[in-house]
Structures are given as C-alpha cells and as structure tokens.
C-alpha cells in the first residue's frame, strides 16, 4: 500500500514536472523558430524561466468577479486539472509499468477527457463576463464534435488489438506499429487530439484577437496557471496516447546497443517528438475559421474515422 | 461490515443524496452539476459490481454528450427569470399521479426481486475470463439484436427529426 502511494505520487510528480519542462521547450523552441531567443534573462539561457513564472502566479493576487458564481468559478479550475492528472493512471510507462492497468484504458480516458470539458464550460459560464461565455460556448461544441472523431479513430485500433487495455494493445504491435495499418486513424487522432487539447492552429476557445483570452479570461494567478496546467498535461496525455496506441509505445529497435537501452527511453522519446510536432505546429500555422473548424471535424473527420473502422473490419474479416 | 459494503453504502447514500440536491436546486447550471456528480457516483457502483466497460460508457455518455447538452440548452434559454417562479405550478397533480403510479411499479417490481437467486451464464469469473467489452458484445449482437436495431432505429429517427426541423430546405 505505503509503495503503491509512492509509485503514484512519483509518477504523478514526473509528469507535472515535464509540465514545466514542456512550458520551457515551447517558448524556447517557438522562439527560435520565428527567430527570436525566447526567454534569455532567469538563470544560463532562461532555464529558470518557468520556477520565476510559478512563484509569480503563486503570490498574484487572486481576483475573482463580483457577479461570479463563486463556488463553481473556484471548482472549474481544479476540476480541470483533477481530469488532466487522473488520466495519468492507465499510461503505460513501461512493460507491467502503469499505475492502474485497466482493461477499459482508452475508454477510461475518453471518459476523463470529456470531463475536462466541464472545466472549461463551467470557467466560461461562471465568469459571468461574455468573452469567457463565448468561448466556452465554442470550447464545449468543438471538445464534444472532435472528442467523437477521436474516439472513433481509437476503435480502428482496438479492433487491431482486440482489447482496450493500453497494455495490451503495445504488446499487440510487437510485429508492426499500428501507424501503418491505421494511417488514416493516425490522422484523424492527431488532429482530434490537437482540437481536443484547445492547441493552435484550433484554440478558438481562447482566441485572443476577437475573446481576450476566452474561457479563462477573468481568471488571474494560480487560478489560471492551473488552467495551463490542465493543457499541458493534456498535451502530454495525448501524446502519451499517440506514442502507445500508434507508436508502439514502449518497444523500439532490438539490435546492437539499441537492445541495451531501456524501454522507458523509447517511450519517452516518442512522446516528446508528439511534444514538439504540438510546437511546431502552433509555430507555423494560423488560426481556424470557426466554422471551418467544425465542418472539418463533422464533414470529413467523422466519415474518415467511420470508413477507417469499416476497412479495418473488413481486412480483418479477410 | 465489510469494506465492500461499506463503499456500497457511500454509494447508494450519495446517489439518493444527489439526487435531492439535484432536484431542489433553484439554479438549473447547479441543478446539472449535481447531476454530474451524480453521475459520477452510479458509475462507481458499475465498478463495485465489476462492470467497468459500462462505468467508462456511463461517464462518456451520461456525463461527457448528454449532460454537456443539458448545460448548452439551459445557458444558451437563460433561464434567470424561470429561477424566480414558485416551485410548485398549476400542473402538480399529473406530477403527483406520474408519481403514484411509479411508486407502485417500483414496489412491485422490488417485491419480485431475488435477494440470492441462482447463478446464471455470466458469473464474474466468466465475464472476467472473457473481458467487459468481449461479454457485452456477443450477448448484445446474437441474444439481443433485434432490440439493439430497433434501438438504433429510434436514433436514427430523431436525427433525421432534427435534421428536418433545423434545415431550411431540404
């Protein structure tokens, strides 16, 4: 019991720590992608950046809107985050390394993340402001069309691997990554993911030229760095589930010293170059329309997720 | 007491505890809200009956599709004014009588329930030898097919209803 508490509370700490880590990489990384140094000034090359911003949003002060529904506008933020972490407890790090090994592993995440939309609506709604309504309108309506097209697109990968235990379905792609067979599901995963998390080139729930800051615009603090928090776990949660359901989550290359490294290593790599294609992408592409963003994810996401399931079902029927 | 029945009992005092608060909320977002943890709750007891497959879809469902419905209607109607009216209107007889009639189902179907009846197909062992997902799925496509069509069915209905009251020409 005393172990199980100090394996959760270890893994848990590893991944709010690449929390910190994946603020860094992105302000750094985009930085010098548009040709800037990003942060330069705390600690060799802005390394301290992030504990600098912590410890300011920690004593900001925490002002909250006088006509706010106040208990939900305290809750919203926490119950972001509580989704985000939860999620956590089915990643496998490595072989009969999960915190919980469920047999409903995607499901149970799909769950968690469709709570974390709450979040999201209940910031906008209890704001009372119409910037933060706005956008957790829009925020609500895009998380649920595209949490579809991603579900959908992990159904392909289920049928593969004849389970919904993430376990499972790594020890399923011993032969061949399932990027292959379900290439269209890969891309319909990735960019539901990216929808999914409110990330650039889809962050319309925030878009700052027309809502300010959208949902969480009347949040201040460590209120709102919770909000950041939530995202990017949520970053690396579906990284997380790239690299496992698609990239054969742990396993890598098994000859001369590549058999030698450990198999946590692979997986780790896999889920930072999820990390920085995320970057990249906010990077260089623009904003959405709104309703190109939803007719994409109804009109064509959708029906390429379905064709995928029916293909892979006839293959295998073959 | 075993601690089984100890977290049954949380449950089950929790539910009918939600189910209150839901009910006697002036404010309908809080009204949801409770109802969402509600939710939450009655996919624990899914859990505690090792029905894990049904608590995910109890949560992906209920929770994350309908649920979030119900929030985008009542904000999207602004209902500030409903929250002033009177909790009980003109129509509260039929309520009384829908009630009544419930009641007496639900007696009568209790009365009828087995406490320990004899054990079926789907012991925990085989569901647990076959998988939530596996289990769900064969009995629901051979056993009960014609009822998951016609399900589907009724689905298919109201989308196309929607469909045809939202679009202009069709």
Redesign the interface.
Known sequence: MFLFIIKIVTVVLVFLTHVAVGVYAERKLMGHMQARLGPMRVGWHGVLQVIADGIKLFFKEDIIPANS?KP?FYMAPILGVLAAVGSIAVIPLWDNFSIAN???GI??I???S??G??SI??AG?SSNSKYS?LGA?RS??QV?SY?ISM?LSLVGVMMLAG??NLSDIVRAQSGLWFVVPQIIAFFVFVVSAIAETNRTPFDLPEAESELVAGYFTEYSGMRWGLFMMAEYVGMIIMSSMAAVCFLGGWSGPEFWFFSYVPDVIWFILKVYAFMFFYIWLRATLPRYRYDQLMGLGWKLFIPLALANIVLTGLVKLL | MTLLQFIFGYFAVMITVLSLLMITRR?P??GV?WM?ALFVHIAGLYILLNA??L???Q??VY???IL?LF??VI??LNLKKEESVKKFQKHWPVGVGTGIIFVVFAVSIVRKIEVFPQLGKYTIEAIKAE???MTIGKVLYTKYLLPFEIVSLILLVAIIGAVVLAKKRI
């Open positions: 529904d939900i469920l047999n409903v499901l149970y799909l769950a968690l469709s709570v939309a709450y609506i209940l709604w309504f309108l609500s309506a649920i949490e579900g389970s919904a | 404010n977002v809080h809200l969402l894990e497959f608590a995910a879809i949560i992906i929770a994350g599709a979030v929030l985008f904000m999207l998988g939530n997902i």
